[in-house]
């Protein structure tokens, strides 16, 4: 870091400069005479040789001139011509995505004898004066040759040095980036997926609509914002005057799939994928009206699991199965549940053998592009797109910690096919964007316009309505999930719609040494999201007998659910009733200079204003409203203050010996970004009016007798409608039905979302300097360093939580009151207000910060044949993971030692320290009618990161799952004790092996006598070689090159030549011990009274004050009785084996 | 350009400051000694005909090949990590027979001790409880047939195991039912039923009594505390006379001390016996008894233990002779099968607790 720094001291030079436009290219220089003389009036005309589309500007009387709104690719002829001089002529000319091409012209006077000049552009990708932030481009030939198994754009996205997995760059959340395709906001700006279509594990386009893709880190052009990761760009072919297109066809399955995994022969389910469509482009009229269309169609049937169930009467569990059993087992036979739930509940679960997930997704894509004239260029874009995929149930318990194992096939689980679900991804957008140019050249304008319609809804797998059936989770014999029916307790009444209309207008003005642009950048938001989480109930038993027993009609008291949860609606209206409604603006408005005044030097500087504002009206809850929370007011309800958000930046690029053989760049400024806007919407419906939350462990499955499982929500609530109204007017509700009565629900309470008053949309500092430098044998190398500072980040917090009362006996980390529901037990609730469960505030904090120090070399040897390789070093810090899809997720993934409104800083979720990136294409024509193309990709970098946590609340705090081990040194610094009563460890021995784990791991070995630290465990290095190989037999039809082009895509190369190399290796267990409970007798003082009408033992705490003995934990075994001694284990899915895709591609 | 310059050195400055490191850690102040909250464990094997028991607590060996009919001598003491409310099971209990079977759940020669109706319930020891577990039951005891077939989905019936009372065999709900009439029917007892979704492997269980030991009187010089336990299988209700009758009979002369008038079968009438699967666990209250005539050894009475099916009409046991020293406790557990010969009769073990 210190040399880092020093380098940079020494480095920073004059700031200069910036990137173009998001959906085309631009040019410009100035034209001269022999003897330097500024030339006005000269003619430059640039025309797009596919398209005839001609762009054209006359020097102004500086000699300058520019171009703008520039078709991207090419080729292009530019001329420059003057009245008396001879007329230049430069062919070949290929615009990238956002490139400002620089063209200087000297023009020789006619009367000096030379031939015609013209000049081949072999313009440097790197080397050139508008790269001035850290971006990544991929152009068209490289997304036809590089190879991309899935067809996705996100494949290539991750070839920026600087990208992290699961589209995240620089180390920050997926969720900051802007995606832009043709200018027009594509995201999800509600933040469920990074990008549209992402929960249907699709794109939003097909690769084949693609024309270039640019991945910006730190843009110095004020046009680009939204944005506090990265700023993704494409833009979609266009039709030419050429009638041209392609049919394909692409297909793999298991068959084409590794059997093997690190030497044992793993079976994997079947699996299907099929991704086919075509492209069509071509002239309306030609030379003025041009259409591009694009339908692609993938589906694919994906394995719904990896371990299978187990064979009925088989006496050991095989490495690929899971503890449950085909059979009728009294303990994990899955068979004999399934005909137990149809004939006494006439349910049918589903199947939990032999099932697939279905993905699908339609795509289409028309554009038609309407060369007005040469200074007006009009785009209209369209697209659709339908996806779904099948889901596995979600592994979360909602506002209480979710089963132990998850519900998530393992070696443990293996859930019924009901409690999968499908989510739907629908979309259609429409784009027009109009380049114009006026005063001849002296002025441009950029207008974007564009509507987007998302509509996201869940239903179960296959595409039923999901039931009012409650959700049912059931243990196995080692205390892990067995198995789960009922649908996934986040899909009943699950939708979401949303509406962007956005419109950017930009105005540049050129003079002189200065191109002055002035922009609005306006985004409407409209969002209608129903989110019913746990709405129909969810039942844990610790085993499957105990189910058998409370589902049966004798049952009794012995049989009672370890708990039982629901979040019922308490508006009238029912679930429809609760929608978070709402509409907010975010305008931006920005001026900016370029300036080219100083020798061999680019510089930019402006500044923008962001403006989020808030259209609706919201319920208020005035009686939490008027709580005191030690000393905070909540305001539910009340949205954030709007407040204009800055963003200065000055950049520059600097051709330090003027030949471009030495380029330092870089810049320094504030991006400003959205959240995802559901950790918004969930303050508008988490209001405490829409929903109440109850828990109990004496809820039996069939509460009447009637053979149908209670379900809250479906019983008559009579007091509903008085429960919106009276809190709504600030009385706190009184329970009158007698369900709560008999089954010892306390009191109502609700979980509250709330906005601080003060809060800001995310902010960062960011500040990149690079040096690119030609190298010997055509080689460029770039050394890129990114600081970026957060000035806003995100934080949740529990206002409701009190501040710790002791601490705990054992490690010494704080401890926080029981959940007594009695407000009585004020003293030792660890909340504030007994009505309110959790109120988590949206907040800032300016704490975290990333940087990351790229060194990259690449080398185009021909036009045919390019490599580029890069390592980066990243760090990133966060204080909340930023990641999650609910407020509440966002604030329960923040494991912590300190409580969870002091959490701290620590490791991004979303670090990737070591990173290596290369890829490659070379591409052979030969006997004339054959072309060989072969790419690869390769990307190695440190495994996922991971904190280990203990599962169950230790420190009291209401959530479970997110406290951080403390890793003891010797026996006598836990307590331990056997899982159950099948266990027949001493604890010796279960010490012995936890002392084992721990010296294996290489992480915790190093923390003995310590916390383990949040996202501070990293799996092993992870190896991906994909290779791609494309062949072309083309052949000549009234002169136009038809070609037939067979590809195969080889996905982790590495693990077909060798089944232990390639493979992703996964935490075998984050959350390393189970809590059970506090040693006896309780040892902390006063506080450690068994509390007075302290109401029903909570699974979520106590009704004793938690100020009690030591901790116990557990330290499992694996299912099969054998002890965990490796910390991690290979991922037996179909993404950690290699795979093989065929396909079959005319063109013509 | 200077400027320049000095403004970069002054925001690279800023950043570097702005590099703090994690900051949501503390320093652990961890407890660096164990726990020293221990329980106490006495194990009685009164399996009949069974193999000699290997028993273990937490994994530990606490009594090494007990015969059948005897215990092990005085408590083992093992470390606890005892949890606090919420019933979190947490010790965990296991006979293991020495050779041969004994049934059970980890493998056909271990039984394990279930708070529950299934092997996952753990047992609750409180920190220094005195326990004693006793292995009952036969070896042959059959898995109770569940009526309550998935198959048939009889969900209301629940299992049961069924005492012959002239043979001492158990009998399955089914062969209950095949039995050719009510009359013969009626010569059978019903141990109990299983609950639907509950496991029951058959073989040897265990009965967990909580040693509560009695006060003995200031001054006391002639008194022990002595516990009775039938454990004696097929010693049911019904006929009364197949009910257990015990007795201290003095070897020399004078009063005889009634242990036990019509005792049932302890598994039988043990608190939590329904659901009748896994283990059971009741209290048995200490007798303070007069035993001896002064704190001398030689002043001890001698008695033989007389056990009986017929209120002594005839004795099926007669002990070796037995002392009881005063101001000690002991449990006394008859066991073997009524009508059993050989290493089935009736027996008896006697274990001194402190």
């Given amino acids: 870091m210190r040399k880092i720094l020093l380098f940079l001291l020494l480095a920073a030079a004059p700031m200069a400069v910036w990137a173009q436009g998001v959906t085309s290219a631009s040019m410009s220089g100035k034209v001269t005479d022999q003897s330097k003389s500024e030339i006005p009036g000269a003619n430059i005309t640039a025309t797009h040789i596919p398209s005839g589309t001609q762009y054209g500007n006359a020097s102004r009387v500086d000699g300058f001139y520019n171009i703008q709104g520039m078709r991207v690719g090419g080729p292009y002829r530019i001329k420059a011509s003057f009245v008396g001089y001879r007329e230049q002529v430069i062919e070949n000319v290929y615009l990238q995505l956002g490139q400002n091409l620089v063209l200087d012209f000297a023009l020789v006077d006619e009367a000096t004898q030379l031939q015609e000049i013209v000049i081949t552009d072999n313009r440097d990708p790197v080397l050139n004066s508008d790269k001035i932030g850290a971006s990544s481009n991929f152009v068209s030939s490289q997304i036809q040759r590089l190879p991309s198994i899935g067809r996705d754009f996100r494949d290539f996205s991750s070839l920026t040095p600087q990208a992290g997995g699961n589209f995240s760059f620089g180390g920050r959340s997926n969720l900051y980036n802007n995606l832009t395709i043709d200018g027009a906001t594509q995201n999800n700006v509600f933040g469920l997926s990074p990008i549209p279509a992402g929960q249907s594990n699709t794109t939003p386009f097909s690769l084949d609509a693609i024309q270039e893709v640019t991945i910006q880190l730190s843009p110095y052009d004020l046009r680009q914002g939204n944005f506090t990761g990265a700023g993704v760009s494409a833009v979609t072919r266009s039709g030419t005057n050429d009638l041209s297109g392609s049919v394909y066809y692409f297909f793999r399955n298991e068959g084409l799939a590794g059997k093997k995994i690190d030497g044992a022969t793993t079976p994997i389910p079947s699996f299907d994928f099929k991704n086919y469509g075509f492209r069509l482009g071509g002239p309306i009229i030609k030379n003025k009206l041009f259409f591009f269309v694009n339908a692609e169609f993938e589906k694919r049937a994906d394995p719904a699991y990896t371990f299978a169930v187990r064979p009925a009467g088989s006496t050991t569990q095989a490495a690929n199965q899971t503890q449950a059993t085909d059979d009728n087992d009294p303990l994990t036979g899955l068979a004999g549940l399934r005909k137990f739930l149809i004939d006494n509940y006439n349910y049918d679960p589903g199947v939990y053998k032999d099932f697939t997930r279905a993905i699908e997704s339609q795509r289409y894509v028309a554009r038609f592009d309407y060369n007005i004239n040469q200074n007006h260029k009009l785009t209209v874009r369209g697209n659709i797109t339908n996806a779904f995929q099948d889901v596995p149930p979600s592994s979360s318990g909602g506002f209480v910690g979710g089963p132990p194992g998850g519900r998530g096939n393992t070696n443990n689980v293996l859930s019924f096919s009901s409690s999968y679900y499908r989510i739907n991804n629908n979309q259609k957008s429409i784009t027009a964007e109009l380049n114009s140019s006026f005063g001849n050249g002296l002025f441009t304008n950029n207008l974007v316009v564009g509507y987007s319609a998302f509509r996201d809804f869940r239903q179960d797998a296959g595409g039923i309505n999901t039931p009012s059936f409650p959700t049912v989770d059931i243990l196995g014999p080692n205390g892990q999930m067995l198995t789960s029916f009922g649908p996934d307790p986040f899909t009943p009444n699950n939708k979401l719609d949303q509406d962007v209309i956005q419109i950017n207008d930009f105005f540049s003005a050129y003079l002189k040494n200065h191109t002055f642009t002035v922009g609005t950048a306006n985004e409407l938001y409209s969002f209608n999201n129903v989110f019913t989480q746990v709405v129909n109930g969810v039942y844990r038993y610790n085993s499957l007998a105990d189910f058998y027993g409370d589902a049966t009609p004798s049952q009794t008291a012995n049989f009672r659910p370890a708990q039982y949860t629901i979040q019922y609606v308490g508006v009238p209206g029912g679930a429809a009733a609760t929608a978070a409604k709402w509409s907010a603006l975010q305008l931006g408005f920005f001026a900016q200079d370029e300036y080219t005044g100083i020798k061999n030097v680019k510089l930019t500087a402006g500044v923008r204003v962001d403006v989020p504002t808030y259209l609706t009206d919201l319920p208020q809850n005035r009686y939490v409203n008027s709580l005191n929370l030690n000393g905070e007011q909540l305001r539910v309800g009340g949205w954030p203050q709007v407040r204009p958000l800055y963003s200065p930046r000055v950049g520059f690029n600097w051709d330090v010996k003027g030949d471009r053989s030495t380029q330092l760049r870089g810049g320094t400024g504030v991006l400003t970004g959205r959240i995802p806007f559901v950790w918004l919407s969930n303050a508008v419906s988490n209001n405490g009016l829409f929903f109440g939350q109850f828990n109990s462990t004496n809820v039996p499955f069939d509460v009447t007798g009637d053979g149908f499982p209670y379900n809250y929500s479906q019983t008559p609530y009579t007091a509903s409608s008085e429960f919106y109204s009276n809190l709504a007017a600030g009385t706190p509700q009184l329970i009158t039905n007698p369900l709560d009565v008999n089954y010892g629900r306390p009191a109502v309470t609700a979980g509250i979302n709330a906005v601080a008053k003060d809060f800001r949309f995310p902010q960062v500092w960011r500040t990149n300097m690079a040096v690119d430098q030609k190298l010997p044998g055509g080689i460029v190398g770039t050394f890129e360093w990114i600081f970026t500072k957060d000035i806003n980040a995100v934080v949740m917090r529990d206002a409701n939580l009190r501040p710790a009362v002791a601490t705990l006996q054992g490690d010494g980390r704080p401890l926080y009151g029981a959940s007594g529901a009695n407000r009585a037990i004020i003293a030792n609730d660890r909340r504030l207000s007994g009505d309110i469960t959790q109120a988590l505030v949206l907040d800032n904090t300016d704490k975290g910060y990333q940087w990351s120090a790229t060194v990259q070399l690449s080398k185009n040897f021909n036009q045919n044949f390019q490599v580029t390789a890069a390592y980066t070093y990243t760090d990133s810090r966060e204080v909340n993971p930023q990641s999650g899809s609910t407020a509440g997720g966002v604030f329960s993934s923040q494991a912590n030692v300190l409580g969870p409104n002091n959490s701290g800083q620590s490791y991004a979720a979303t670090l990737v320290p070591h990173r290596v990136v290369a890829y490659g294409t070379y591409r052979k024509e030969y006997l004339k009618h054959f072309a060989t193309t072969i790419g690869f990709t390769y990307i190695g970098s440190t495994g996922n990161n991971f904190s280990y946590t203990y599962n169950g609340d230790v420190n009291s705090d209401g959530t479970a799952g997110n406290d951080l081990i403390y890793v003891p040194r010797t026996k006598e610094e836990i307590l331990l004790t056997t899982t159950n009563a099948n266990d027949n460890r001493s604890i010796d021995q279960i010490w012995q092996q936890l002392d084992a784990f721990i010296n294996q791991d290489p992480y915790l070995s190093k923390r003995r006598g310590k916390y383990a630290e949040r996202n501070a465990a990293f799996a092993p290095w992870v190896n991906r070689l994909n290779l791609s190989l494309l062949q072309d037999f083309y052949f000549d039809v009234k002169g136009k090159r038809q070609t037939l082009q067979l590809s195969a895509n080889l996905e982790n190369a590495l693990n077909l030549f060798d089944s232990g190399a390639g493979l992703i290796k996964n935490a075998a267990r984050p959350q390393l011990l189970n809590f059970v409970g506090y040693e006896q007798p309780h040892t902390a003082g006063s506080l450690a009274q068994p509390v007075a009408n302290a109401g029903p033992a909570s699974t979520i705490g106590f009704p004793w004050a938690a100020t009690t003995g030591r901790p116990i934990y557990t330290f499992n075994t694996n299912a099969d009785g054998s002890a965990l001694s490796n910390s991690y284990v290979n991922n037996t899915g179909v993404t950690g084996r290699w795979q093989l895709q065929f396909g079959v591609r005319y063109i013509f | ?354």
């Fill in chain 2, 1 to 354: 350009m200077k400027t320049i310059h000095k403004l970069s050195a002054l925001a690279l400055a800023l950043m570097v400051s702005a590099c703090d490191e994690n900051d949501g850690i503390q320093d652990a102040v961890p407890v660096t000694t164990g726990t020293n909250y221990t329980a106490n464990f006495l194990m009685i094997n009164a399996v009949p005909g069974g193999s000699s028991l290997d028993f273990y607590v937490n994994g530990l060996k606490t009594g090494a090949s007990v015969d059948p009919s005897k215990g092990q001598a005085g408590y083992a003491s093992v470390q606890l990590t005892t949890p606090g409310l919420n019933s979190i099971a947490n010790t965990s209990v296991r006979a293991k027979a020495t050779s041969g079977t004994i049934g059970g759940v980890l493998g056909s020669r271990d039984a394990i001790y279930r708070a529950g109706n299934t092997n996952v319930n753990n047992m609750v020891a409180a920190p220094n409880a005195r326990y004693t577990f006793i292995a009952i039951d036969s070896i042959t005891r059959p898995a109770p047939v569940r009526t309550f077939s998935l198959n048939s989905l009889n969900v209301l019936a629940a299992d049961a195991t069924y005492f012959v009372r002239a043979t001492g065999a158990q009998i399955s709900r089914d062969q209950w039912l095949a039995l050719p009439s009510d009359a013969e029917r009626n010569k059978t007892v019903s141990i109990g039923t299983v609950p639907a979704g509950s496991t029951d492997v058959g073989g040897v269980r265990f009965l967990l009594l909580t040693d509560t030991y009695p006060t003995f009187p200031g001054g006391n010089t002639t008194q022990s505390a002595i516990r009775f336990v039938n454990a004696i299988p097929n010693s049911y209700s019904l006929p009364t006379n197949t009910r257990i009758y015990a007795r201290l009979k003095p070897v020399v002369a004078g009063a005889n001390i009634a242990l036990a008038s019509n005792a049932e079968y302890i598994a039988s009438v043990a608190g939590g016996f329904n659901p009748s699967v896994g283990s059971r666990s009741t209290t048995t209250a200490f007798t303070l008894r007069t035993t001896t005539t002064g704190t001398l050894d030689s002043e001890q009475i001698e008695y033989n233990l007389e056990l009986s099916t017929d209120n002594f009409t005839t004795i099926s046991y007669t002990s070796p002779v037995v002392k009881f020293a005063v101001g000690k406790i002991y449990t006394i557990v008859a066991t073997g099968f009524v009508g059993g010969t050989g290493n089935r009769a009736i027996s008896a073990a006697i274990v001194q607790h402190n």
